[in-house]
């Protein structure tokens, strides 16, 4: 009797073994994505849509947790976080790289690409998507690239040439080819958080900034600058990152499926970018607080002259073969 007892409780322990560990087995891969714009942007609708295609084709085997308007990190930290594991993906602006990689400052160097067209052919093409593993010794892996779309000038007075923007201040993003770049106009660059911009135009601490209209318009730039250069000089993207760690340590079968959604999710986001583009220049006009300059084919190649010499000065440290592939890339 004692016997048949022990068997009895020996099987329940190892039929409670069992559905322990087909429990453990059973839960889902969990996926914090942070990122620090609203859920209507480009990039809140690629997160959310990402979420939606991963949920569908992997139903209760991995969960997108979405995190928008910098609710779990800004920008300067996630990376850091994400080494830790405290969230496994990102999309932050290619500018923020440099600590990790000095590569990817080609993408700041001002006329580098004559349209998205060609941003596209770079970064789909050899060199692009090498550098998608430039920041991989550090821990990182990048997934894709995400677009914003090109910069204009705004400004409190109009910029026409170089000369206008000369003793004037202006806030960039964290990035000394940015820098260069203004002062390669006699300009005053300014680093300072994004969420500081509106107030700084406001009070006119600062004369004016650079971005995409979507930025322009979403941020109410328009209404506390006078003046759009139509300038399309530079390029705002995002790089799509996670852990190596994190990323290797999928199940292949999972990995090839998270990285299909992802593929998708980001095309559709790129769609959004495009379009929002176009519709949100035209609310710019149609608000009358703005106008915008359009620049003669003459005054547009003064800015050019004045800033392509900043190529120069960063090719080494990016690497001329980005230089170049980038240049390529504008041959249709």
Same mark, same amino acid.
């Given at each position: 009797m004692?016997?048949?007892? %022990?068997?009895?409780?020996?099987? %329940?322990?190892?039929?409670?073994?069992?559905?322990?560990? $087909?429990? +453990?087995?059973?839960? /889902?891969?969990?996926?914090? *994505?942070?990122?620090?714009?609203?859920?209507? $942007?480009p990039k809140?609708?690629?997160?959310?849509?990402?979420?939606e295609?991963?949920?569908?084709?992997?139903?209760?085997?991995v &969960?997108v947790?979405v995190f928008?308007?910098?609710?779990l990190?800004?920008?300067?930290?996630?990376? &850091?976080?994400?080494?830790l594991?405290? +969230?496994?993906?990102?999309? /932050?602006?290619?500018?923020?790289f440099?600590?990790?990689?000095?590569?990817?400052?080609? !993408?700041?160097?001002p006329?580098? !690409?004559?349209?998205? =067209?060609?941003?596209?052919r *770079?970064?789909?093409?050899p060199?692009?998507?090498k550098l998608?593993h430039?920041v &991989?010794?550090?821990?990182?892996?990048? %997934?894709?690239?995400?677009?914003?779309?090109?910069k204009q000038?705004?400004?409190?007075? /109009?910029?026409r040439v170089?000369?206008?923007? #000369?003793? #004037?201040?202006?806030?960039?993003?964290?990035?000394?080819v940015?820098?260069?770049?203004?002062? =390669?106009?006699?300009?005053m660059?300014?680093k300072?958080? *994004?969420?500081?911009?509106?107030t700084?135009?406001?009070?006119?601490?600062i004369?004016?900034?650079?971005?995409?209209?979507?930025?322009?318009?979403s941020?109410?730039?328009?209404e506390?600058?006078?003046?759009? $250069? &139509?300038?399309?000089?530079g390029l705002?993207?995002?790089?799509?990152?996670?852990? $190596?760690?994190?990323?290797n340590?999928?199940?292949?079968?999972?990995?090839?499926?998270? #990285? #299909?959604?992802?593929?998708e999710?980001i =095309?559709?986001?790129?769609?959004v970018a495009a379009e929002?583009?176009?519709s949100?220049?035209?609310?710019?006009?149609?608000?009358k607080?703005?106008?915008?300059?359009?620049?003669? /084919?003459?005054?547009?190649?003064?800015? +050019?002259?004045?800033m392509?010499?900043?190529?120069?000065? !960063?090719?080494?440290?990016?690497?001329k073969?980005?230089?170049?592939?980038?240049?390529?890339?504008?041959?249709?």
């Open positions: 004692k016997s048949n007892k %022990l068997v009895m409780v020996s099987l %329940l322990a190892a039929a409670l073994c069992m559905v322990a560990v $087909t429990t +453990v087995s059973a839960a /889902p891969i969990v996926i914090k *994505f942070s990122h620090v714009v609203a859920e209507n $942007t809140g609708q690629m997160a959310n849509k990402f979420k295609l991963v949920e569908k084709k992997l139903p209760g085997k &969960e947790e928008p308007n910098s609710q990190f800004g920008d300067n930290k996630v990376l &850091e976080a994400m080494m594991g405290d +969230v496994q993906m990102a999309a /932050p602006s290619l500018s923020k440099k600590k990790y990689t000095k590569s990817l400052q080609v !993408f700041d160097l006329f580098l !690409f004559d349209d998205m =067209a060609a941003v596209d *770079f970064q789909q093409g060199a692009g998507q998608l430039s &991989e010794s550090k821990g990182l892996l990048g %997934l894709g690239y995400l677009h914003n779309g090109l000038l705004s400004a409190s007075s /109009p910029l170089p000369a206008d923007a #000369k003793g #004037k201040k202006f806030r960039i993003m964290s990035s000394d940015l820098a260069a770049q203004f002062e =390669a106009v006699g300009a660059p300014l300072k958080p *994004f969420s500081e911009v509106f700084l135009l406001q009070t006119k601490a004369d004016g900034q650079e971005n995409t209209w979507s930025n322009i318009y941020k109410k730039f328009y506390v600058q006078p003046y759009i $250069t &139509e300038s399309n000089h705002l993207d995002y790089l799509v990152i996670t852990s $190596t760690e994190f990323w340590g999928l199940p292949d079968d999972i990995r090839v499926e998270v #990285k #299909k959604c992802l593929d999710a =095309a559709f986001g790129n769609k929002k583009s176009v949100d220049r035209q609310k710019i006009i149609d608000s607080r703005s106008t915008i300059i359009e620049l003669t /084919p003459e005054q547009r190649q003064q800015w +050019v002259d004045k392509k010499p900043v190529w120069k000065k !960063f090719e080494d440290e990016i690497g073969e980005y230089v170049n592939a980038a240049i390529a890339a504008n041959k249709k």
